[in-house]
């Protein structure tokens, strides 16, 4: 009973790093989706993927790319590292009917020095 | 473009005392509407959902909403709270049925006093 699995928990960069958070889930869900939550701001969506093979842009995209190969993977990338993206990142999957709720994983705690 | 209003950042309520957290929403269509609940250092939990029907919603662990379209508002109640309800709270809006992402409140910390 997996669900929404993310690595790492939690790591630190230095500024101009790369990484890549990951994200997967075994639920078969169609509808994958990036957040990141910085305190008092509640959570702001980076992208999100209706399907293997197609992605797109949210409310919160510049600095990140992301990528679905398949159903169950979602990694998001951090190309150059930036202080402002300091925060915690978290992934959701969900069937992308209305009704349903998204289902979200624990979360990536990323600080940018 | 949808919204959500938190109107409080912090509530403390006596254990055992009843609860309710305010939310006001933004939205064109009829809303799809959801309340989250994440404990420290965790993900988002799903209290209880609505998109139609029923304007009084139960979730899990006692607690209940009301969505009044009048007043674009869906408050999350609990008649008597315990101190592990002590978290962070998120209302939330999906538009498009929530297929291109929720739009979230900043939060409201419950802080329960013995």
């Known amino acids: 009973n997996a669900g929404v699995t993310q690595t790492p928990k939690f790591r630190i960069l230095k500024i101009g790093q790369s990484m890549t958070l990951q994200c997967t889930q075994d639920?078969?869900?169609?509808?994958m989706y990036w957040y990141r939550q910085d305190p008092g701001m509640g959570l702001k969506l980076i992208y999100y993927?209706?399907?293997?093979?197609?992605?797109d842009k949210g409310e919160v995209p510049n600095g990140y790319n992301v990528s679905r190969s398949t159903t169950e993977d979602f990694p998001l990338r951090l190309e150059l590292a930036a202080p402002s993206q300091t925060s915690v990142y978290f992934c959701?999957?969900?069937?992308?009917?209305?009704?349903?709720?998204?289902?979200f994983g624990d979360g990536t705690r990323l600080s940018i020095l | 473009a949808q919204s959500v209003t938190q109107p409080d950042i912090h509530i403390t309520v006596s254990e055992g005392a009843s609860l309710e957290l305010r939310c006001n929403y933004s939205?064109?269509?009829?809303?799809?509407l959801f309340w989250y609940v994440q404990s420290p250092g965790q993900g988002l939990q799903l209290l209880l959902k609505?998109?139609?029907?029923?304007?009084l919603v139960q979730g899990i662990k006692g607690f209940e909403a009301e969505f009044k379209r009048s007043q674009s508002s869906f408050n999350l109640r609990k008649p008597s709270v315990h101190w592990s309800d002590a978290a962070e709270y998120f209302c939330?809006?999906?538009?498009?049925?929530?297929?291109?992402?929720?739009?979230f409140g900043k939060g409201t910390h419950l802080i329960i006093q013995p």
């Open positions: 939205y064109g269509a009829t809303p799809y």
């Open positions: 993927s209706v399907g293997a093979g197609i992605t």
């Open positions: 939330a809006v999906g538009a498009g049925g929530g297929a291109d992402g929720l739009t």
């Open positions: 639920m078969n869900h169609n509808y």
């Open positions: 959701a999957s969900g069937p992308g009917l209305g009704n349903q709720p998204q289902h």
């Open positions: 609505y998109f139609s029907g029923d304007t």
